[in-house]
T-cell receptor, first 115, second 114 residues
Framework: EAQVTQNPRYLITVTGKKLTVTCSQN?????MSWYRQDPGLGLRQIYY???????DKGDVPEGYKVSRKEKRNFPLILESPSPNQTSLYFC??????????????FGDGTRLSIL | AQKITQTQPGMFVQEKEAVTLDCTYD???????LFWYKQPSSGEMIFLIY??????QNATEGRYSLNFQKARKSANLVISASQLGDSAMYFC???????????FGTGTRLQVFP
């Protein structure tokens, strides 16, 4: 089954404790992206990647890191999490054939709470 | 600057009626794509429909259609014959050819009542 898999689905942690949210897709997609969703703000793009070893900042990259060493994986790293990073996070992927007309396939989301 | 605006925080519609969810956008890129996504209370994001900036006809997918008015920079989603299962949050999004970023609006919460 074609899917984007995020782990963990839920995480409660404390300020300053490094964490990684994993994202994996099995559709051989070139484009992968991370978003955070906050009430009243919709989804905002954190980072995106056009292909292996190519990453770019979205609109809210501060406090986050990403890497794309393999095509299927795109982990999101919070080196020193803070309470303002409490949010619902989505990973998404899409093919680049035709580029802009490719819809994003989303993971089920990771609800992150930082105390 | 790239921007998506959804001015309706919430909408109500009776079952079997049609409803229009508004979306306006701003971009200087002549080549872009517009998307609508549905987010039910369970949280997943479901792709509904796509419209390209060069598409001559309005997109349709089953009960969903997109009223695309390029000169007005609007891409409204029309849901015909609403069903109770249509109750959800709906997001409009845009992707530019130049930047590859995907920008979302703040969403509209649709409630369908019997």
């Amino acid at each position: 089954e074609a899917q984007v898999t995020q782990n963990p689905r839920y995480l409660i942690t404390v300020t300053g404790k490094k964490l990684t949210v994993t994202c994996s897709q099995n559709m051989n997609h070139e484009y992968m992206s991370w978003y955070r969703q906050d009430p009243g703000l919709g989804l905002r793009q954190i980072y995106y990647s056009m292909n292996v070893e190519v990453t770019d900042k979205g609109d809210v990259p501060e406090g986050y890191k990403v890497s794309r060493k393999e095509k299927r994986n795109f982990p999101l790293i919070l080196e020193s999490p803070s309470p303002n990073q409490t949010s619902l996070y989505f990973c998404a992927s899409s093919g680049t054939g035709g580029r802009i007309n490719q819809p994003q396939h989303f993971g089920d989301g990771t609800r992150l709470s930082i105390l | 600057a790239q921007k998506i605006t959804q001015t309706q925080p919430g909408m109500f519609v009776q079952e079997k009626e049609a409803v229009t969810l508004d979306c306006t956008y701003d971009t200087s890129d002549p080549s872009y794509g517009l998307f609508w996504y549905k987010q039910p209370s369970s949280g997943e994001m479901i792709f509904l429909i796509y419209q390209g900036s060069y598409d001559q006809q309005n997109a349709t997918e089953g009960r969903y259609s997109l009223n695309f008015q390029k000169a007005r920079k609007s891409a409204n989603l029309v849901i015909s014959a609403s069903q109770l299962g249509d109750s959800a949050m709906y997001f409009c999004a845009m992707r530019e050819m130049d930047t590859d970023k995907l920008i979302f609006g703040t969403g509209t919460r649709l409630q369908v009542f019997p």
